[in-house]
């Protein structure tokens, strides 16, 4: 029998009252890898009322104190690092390689936030009275409400718990179910470092049920979303209503221009690797390729060799290059828009198919489409998977236009070797994430991460952006008698 993963409150895995179960299932080969408790509105209540109890004495603790801890949980999630990657490959499919660079990069987050402990709490402003002192001071915001999506379920999980408790917060975590496994792995390594009972709690279940309890409880303080825009737009109402502050990172649907200038294999293998590594679930994945038309034809060339090249298959084995969409509701939304694209009169030119495996995992060809133009679903919707739209322009001003023709707004790249256009775009473009001669996919820890428009609520997370969102400033002023 596959394990079972329980809930983690007041620092106890505790069983639910409802009885029931949720299976994680590897799309790989549809094997159940382990199960998680459907929870009930009592556990989330529960876990609020814990880490309520817990805030006082958790804040009271020190920022240095805090910090130390979290070194601790870098250290044990560094041992655990094969069990953990290995988890992740088989709960959602991308490759063994991508699952340890995630989890490295989780411990490198721990790490960064661990040294928060250290840095400033706030700023000394000269006052106009000179006989006071006047200082700023950062003060956790209380329970924080953390909600996370299945695609990256080691480094979103811990971008935001590390920051909400190094600041002072405490914390109601509740995963995705289709990564809840993955999620448990990592609230064990802060159970293991011996977090006080409260200060994290880890909750698993339905976003309809145990997420709109959360984001709905009158007894939290903050709540930080990254998931779909539907979902997003229930956080923000919810939280509003309640006077929570709030965080929401959302859906993209990025675009890559390629210039006649530009350099033609660095272009392609970006391509390649921000479009179809992680299956293209990646919120920041290449979805729009948007190509002048003097290099369109050799670019198009050169793209569809490479794609050929890529090998499909279990993310475990060495030789796959691609895994599988990372449930079967994904594979069924993949499918749906590549079949949307055709009947929407754009060519498909690689791919389109399902891929017949003997395993029956949920496996989709990396999938070009050409004769796309802007208005098309296949150009303005998430799709979330392996597929990307190619758009011919005549001008790096056209270019830009339509990379902003959609209602997203979280990453964009260029490729070009001239700095006029690079400027342009700099300045034109509207994205969160502006990268030239780079993959729309790539981010740092220490830098803020973030989109405009329907992409986020406009804050932004990871470096000390974090501080931002999970903080309060008093601003003192003290006189001397
Ligand atoms: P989702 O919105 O379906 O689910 C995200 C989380 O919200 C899950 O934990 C889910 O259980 C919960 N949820 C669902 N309904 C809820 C409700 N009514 N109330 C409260 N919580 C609820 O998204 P997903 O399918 O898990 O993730 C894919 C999406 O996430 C894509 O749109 C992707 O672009 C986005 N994403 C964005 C970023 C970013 O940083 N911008 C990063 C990764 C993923």
Redesign the pocket.
């Known amino acids: 029998m596959a394990d079972l993963f329980l809930n983690y409150i007041n620092g106890e895995w505790r069983e639910s009252g409802s009885g029931q179960l949720i299976d994680s299932i590897n799309p790989a080969n549809r094997e159940v890898i382990g199960s998680v408790q459907s929870s009930t509105i009592e556990d989330v209540n529960d876990a609020i009322q814990a880490a309520n109890d817990a805030k006082k004495s958790w804040r009271q603790l020190g920022q240095y104190n805090r910090g130390q801890i979290l070194y601790k949980v870098a250290e044990i999630l560094e041992k655990n690092l094969e069990d953990v990657a290995q988890n992740l490959t088989k709960e959602m499919g991308k490759t063994l390689p991508e699952a340890i660079g995630e989890t490295q990069r989780g411990i490198s987050i721990l790490k960064y936030y661990a040294s928060e402990g250290t840095r400033k709490e706030g700023d000394v402003i000269p006052s106009s009275d000179k006989d006071a002192l006047m200082f700023t001071k950062r003060v956790p915001l209380g329970v924080v409400g953390i909600?996370?999506?299945?695609?990256?379920p080691v480094a979103?999980p811990i971008w935001k718990i590390a920051p909400a408790l190094v600041y002072g917060n405490t914390v109601v975590f509740?995963?995705?179910?289709?990564a809840a496994v993955t999620a448990a792995k990592i609230v064990k390594c802060f159970d293991e470092a011996g977090l006080p009972p409260g200060v994290l709690n880890f909750i698993t279940g339905?976003?309809?049920k145990?997420?709109?309890a959360?984001?709905n409880s009158k007894n939290i303080h903050g709540i930080t979303?990254?998931?779909?825009?539907?979902?997003?737009a229930?956080?923000a109402k919810a939280a509003s209503a309640n006077g929570v502050k709030y965080q929401l990172?959302?859906?993209?649907k990025n675009p890559v221009i390629v210039l006649d200038d530009a350099n033609l294999n660095s272009a392609v293998s970006a391509v390649l690797s921000g479009a179809f590594k992680s299956t293209g679930q990646?919120?920041?994945a290449s979805s729009r390729v948007i190509v002048q038309s003097g290099i369109y034809e050799q670019f198009k060339s050169a793209l569809l060799e490479e794609t050929s090249k890529i090998t499909i298959g279990d993310g475990l084995l060495s030789d796959t290059w691609m895994g599988p969409c990372a449930s079967e509701s994904q594979y069924n939304t993949v499918l749906e828009y590549i079949q949307i694209g055709k009947d929407e009169g754009a060519n498909v030119i690689f791919g389109g198919k399902p891929v017949e495996t003997s395993s029956s995992g949920f496996y989709v060809e990396p999938t070009i489409f050409e004769n796309v133009t802007s208005n098309m679903r296949i150009a303005q919707e998430?799709i979330?998977g392996p597929v990307i739209a190619l758009i011919k322009v005549d001008s790096t001003d056209e270019a830009v236009e339509v990379a902003n023709d959609t209602r997203y707004g979280?990453s964009a790249s260029l490729f070009t070797t001239n700095i006029g256009s690079a400027l342009t775009f700099m300045d034109e473009i509207e994205a969160g994430l502006v990268r030239v001669n780079a993959e729309s996919a790539g981010v740092e820890l220490q830098a803020p991460?973030?989109?405009m428009k329907s992409?986020?609520s406009g804050t932004r997370?990871q470096g000390e952006a974090a501080k931002e969102f999970y903080t309060s400033i008093k601003t003192v002023f003290v006189k001397a008698e």
């Open positions: 909600i996370t999506p299945w695609n990256f979103i509740k995963p995705a179910s289709e339905s976003g309809s145990v997420g709109d959360l984001i979303f990254t998931g779909s825009e539907n979902t997003g229930l956080v990172e959302m859906g993209g990646k919120c920041t998430e979330f979280l991460f973030g989109g992409s986020s997370e």
